[in-house]
C-alpha cells in the first residue's frame, strides 16, 4: 500500500475510492500512487471543469512512477518549457509524459523537471517515469496527474487502488 494515499475521498458528486464499484466496471480500479517515496499528498483533487486532474504535491522532488503499464505516446514539452533538469519555470503542463494503458484509458503526469522516458517506450506499473517538478503554470512542487478517456479527463480517483 502506499503511507500517504489517501483512503477515501469526497469530491462533487463522485463516491468515495474507498466504497462502491469504479465508474467503468470492465476497468477496475487499475491505478496505483504515481509517486515514489512516502511524503507526497493529494494538494488538489479532482473539480471537473475548474480541475481536471489531481495534484500530488511534495517538496522533496521524488520520481514519479507509471500508475500502471502501458506505451509512453507523449514525452516531452506541452507548453513552453525551460530547460530540463529545472524546478521552476515556462508554462502550460510544461515538461509532461502520456501513457496509454492499453484498456480504453491513458494518464497524463505533467509539471516534471526531469523525463526518463521516450515516445513508443513501454513501461511497467511502478516504473520512473520522471521526477516531479514545479515547471508550468504551477504553484509548486506537485504533479498534475490525469486520468483520460477517449482523450476527455475524468476523475481518477474512482480507478485508483490507494
Request: hydrophobic share 30%; charged share 10%.
Amino acid at each position: 500500500t502506499y503511507a500517504n494515499a489517501p483512503r477515501s475521498y469526497t469530491s462533487g458528486s463522485y463516491s468515495s475510492a474507498g466504497s462502491g464499484a469504479p465508474v467503468d466496471p470492465n476497468v477496475g480500479r487499475f491505478l496505483r500512487w504515481p509517486v515514489a517515496g512516502g511524503s507526497a499528498r493529494i494538494s488538489q483533487y479532482y473539480k471537473g471543469t475548474i480541475h481536471k486532474g489531481i495534484d500530488i504535491a511534495d517538496r522533496s522532488l521524488p520520481n514519479l512512477v507509471a500508475a500502471s503499464g502501458g506505451t509512453v505516446i507523449f514525452a516531452g514539452c506541452a507548453g513552453y518549457c525551460p530547460p530540463l533538469g529545472s524546478v521552476w519555470g515556462g508554462s502550460g503542463y510544461a515538461w509532461s509524459v502520456h501513457i496509454d494503458h492499453g484498456n480504453g484509458y491513458s494518464t497524463w503526469y505533467a509539471h516534471m523537471m526531469n523525463i526518463y522516458v521516450r515516445t513508443g517506450q513501454s513501461v511497467s506499473s511502478g516504473q520512473a517515469i520522471g521526477k516531479m517538478g514545479s515547471t508550468g503554470r504551477s504553484t509548486g512542487p506537485h504533479v498534475h496527474f490525469e486520468l483520460r478517456r477517449g482523450g476527455t479527463q475524468i476523475n481518477p480517483l474512482p480507478y485508483t487502488n490507494w
